[in-house]
């Protein structure tokens, strides 16, 4: 019986192709790590998984034996050949070639009528736009559990007021509760990526952590206020007009209790939420 890498190295030679860098092909060869993602995305025969850049199939055979079913949505044609050959006899696989950040997810997930779990080893260059994707879009999903590179799952997974924390953090948070499940070395990939990757799980929330009058708005003045981390919070929100002058922006300040000097990783989700009210509730007098 062949190893993952053996497998993989047959496969390759046989289509003669290489790993595509331009759409951050790494392909994993580790057994081990293989059954972590399996195991914590606790996969039963009634659901439907959905993952994302499958490449050569590695996951995608083990996920076929413990699924209801499992669509790949590929942009490689390439991969798509190779993934069609490989499991065109299970009666459960479906291949989508298109670009995952322009599919009607809600639109497959409805026609399923399925539980829905997105697992994937996610092409690292664009795994925040797809993780915003998951979340903005609101899908009937119950988790996502994913590899990505260390550095990027440790922001996700921060909590907000944390030294970690950058602005998508607060969005991961509202939506989400996270755990990391594993640290994978570079050597569990062919080719090698340059950067340590993890493993993580998100699950997502009934109900949010927070209510505030606007949510859209709360994340919008997040990403002013991180846009010039290194400035006060006070700095960030004046130059990014969100006050239209320091006074008043010192105004809201006290009645919050936020230190004007504070940084914006300093604030809670809860920081946020009252801070995105209070500012509201002046524009709404002012109007």
């Given at each position: 019986?062949?190893t993952i890498?053996?497998e993989t190295?047959?496969?390759?030679?046989?289509?003669?192709?290489?790993?595509?860098?331009?759409l951050?092909?790494?392909f994993?060869?580790?057994?081990?790590?293989?059954?972590?993602?399996i195991?914590?995305?606790?996969?039963?025969?009634e659901?439907?998984?959905?993952?994302?850049?499958?490449?050569?199939?590695?996951?995608?055979?083990?996920?076929?034996?413990?699924?209801?079913?499992?669509?790949?949505?590929?942009?490689?044609?390439?991969?798509?050949?190779?993934l069609?050959d490989?499991?065109?006899?299970?009666k459960?696989?479906?291949i989508?070639?298109?670009?995952?950040?322009?599919?009607?997810?809600?639109?497959?997930?409805?026609?399923?009528?399925?539980?829905?779990?997105?697992?994937?080893?996610?092409?690292?260059?664009?795994t925040?736009?797809i993780?915003?994707?998951?979340?903005?879009?609101?899908?009937?999903?119950e988790?996502i559990?994913?590899?990505?590179q260390?550095?990027?799952?440790?922001?996700l997974?921060?909590?907000?007021?944390e030294?970690?924390?950058?602005?998508?953090?607060?969005?991961?948070?509202y939506?989400?509760?996270?755990?990391k499940?594993?640290?994978?070395?570079?050597?569990?990939f062919?080719?090698?990526?340059?950067?340590?990757?993890?493993?993580?799980?998100?699950?997502?929330?009934?109900?949010?952590?927070?209510?505030?009058?606007?949510?859209?708005?709360?994340?919008?003045?997040?990403?002013?206020a991180?846009l010039q981390?290194?400035k006060?919070?006070?700095?960030?929100?004046?130059?990014g007009k969100?006050?239209?002058?320091?006074?008043?922006?010192?105004e809201?300040?006290?009645?919050?209790?936020?230190n004007?000097?504070?940084r914006?990783?300093?604030?809670?989700?809860?920081?946020?939420?009252?801070l995105?009210?209070?500012i509201?509730n002046?524009?709404?007098?002012k109007?």
């Amino acid at each position: 019986m062949l190893t993952i890498q053996e497998e993989t190295n047959f496969i390759l030679k046989k289509y003669n192709i290489k790993p595509n860098k331009n759409l951050g092909q790494n392909f994993l060869i580790n057994q081990n790590v293989i059954e972590h993602i399996i195991d914590s995305a606790n996969i039963t025969n009634e659901d439907l998984i959905i993952e994302i850049g499958p490449g050569l199939g590695t996951l995608t055979k083990q996920l076929l034996d413990k699924a209801g079913k499992v669509i790949c949505i590929e942009l490689d044609k390439n991969m798509v050949k190779i993934l069609k050959d490989r499991f065109h006899m299970y009666k459960n696989f479906e291949i989508i070639n298109d670009d995952i950040l322009k599919i009607n997810l809600n639109e497959i997930i409805d026609k399923e009528n399925k539980k829905c779990k997105i697992v994937a080893n996610l092409p690292y260059y664009i795994t925040t736009p797809i993780i915003m994707k998951l979340l903005e879009e609101k899908l009937q999903i119950e988790s996502i559990t994913v590899m990505i590179q260390k550095e990027v799952a440790e922001r996700l997974i921060a909590i907000p007021g944390e030294k970690l924390a950058g602005a998508i953090t607060y969005t991961v948070y509202y939506y989400c509760t996270a755990e990391k499940i594993l640290e994978v070395d570079k050597t569990s990939f062919i080719p090698e990526p340059e950067v340590t990757s993890e493993i993580i799980k998100l699950i997502l929330r009934k109900v949010p952590p927070v209510k505030t009058k606007n949510y859209q708005e709360m994340f919008k003045i997040i990403k002013i206020a991180f846009l010039q981390r290194r400035k006060t919070l006070l700095n960030a929100l004046t130059n990014g007009k969100v006050f239209s002058d320091k006074k008043k922006a010192i105004e809201v300040f006290e009645k919050l209790k936020i230190n004007p000097n504070a940084r914006a990783e300093e604030l809670t989700i809860e920081d946020f939420s009252n801070l995105t009210d209070l500012i509201l509730n002046y524009k709404e007098i002012k109007e």
